[in-house]
């Protein structure tokens, strides 16, 4: 059964940082490409960020370009959102997901002064 | 960024009875190699979204049959041919062929 399991939400200031980790099992992860998607609160879906399956390729959306780092570490079968400079409006759940098929429980970051 | 536009936006329905949703994309999904990357997911409230449906018309292992997608190009529409109670949630359409990956604004199907 494939199980994404998220984590390292919290409530931050504005300008902060934070990691969030996303932990996988019941499927081969470095045969998978990995995303990140949001949902701010009461809104829809926002894909985030993508990772190819060797971390070779990484794709953005604009808004967090420069800020935000997406990588994996197949060892330890575990994909990672580096999440610099947070603003207001990065305010979500956060969902991993592979490769548009299946997907995490979410953990929630707020961004708050 | 490729636009994704939903309608309706709302759905009420009576149990039992049909159920269609429309989705249009401001640019053609189909890929060089010939697969017409469009998905559709279920959020159920206060869960993770699900999907549905992938290129098109293609259903995701153990989603009823009731649930079906067609289109092609730029227009798509997925259908529920009899509306069950476990289907109340916010439905989404995506497109998996341009940077970013876009998503409809979201279709909140109710129950009358």
């Known amino acids: 059964e494939v199980q994404l399991v998220e984590s390292g939400g919290a409530l931050v200031q504005p300008g902060a940082s934070l990691r969030l980790s996303c932990e996988a099992s019941g499927f081969s992860f470095s045969t998978y490409w990995m995303s990140w998607i949001r949902q701010a609160p009461g809104k829809g879906l926002e894909w985030v960020a993508h990772?190819?399956?060797?971390?070779?390729?990484?794709y953005y959306v604009d808004s967090v370009k420069g800020r935000f780092t997406i990588s994996r570490d197949s060892a330890k079968n575990s994909l990672y959102l580096q999440m610099n400079s947070l603003r207001a409006e990065d305010t979500a759940v956060y969902y991993c997901m592979r490769q548009g098929q299946d997907w995490g429980q979410g953990t929630m970051v707020t961004v708050s002064s | 960024d490729v636009v994704m536009t939903q309608s309706p936006l709302s759905l009420p329905v009576t149990l039992g009875q049909p159920a269609s949703i429309s989705c249009r994309s401001s640019?053609?999904?189909?890929?060089?190699?010939?697969?017409?990357?469009l998905y559709w997911f279920q959020q159920r409230p206060g869960q993770s979204p699900r999907r549905l449906i992938y290129?098109?018309?293609n259903r995701d292992s153990g989603v009823p049959d009731r649930f079906s997608g067609s289109g092609s190009g730029t227009d798509f529409t997925l259908k529920i041919s009899r509306v069950e109670a476990e289907d109340v949630g916010v439905y989404y359409c995506m497109q998996g062929i341009y940077w970013p990956h876009t998503f409809g604004q979201g279709t909140k199907l109710e129950i009358k």
């Open positions: 290129w098109v018309s």
């Open positions: 640019q053609s999904l189909v890929k060089s190699d010939g697969t017409t990357r």
């Open positions: 990772i190819k399956e060797d971390g070779s390729e990484k």
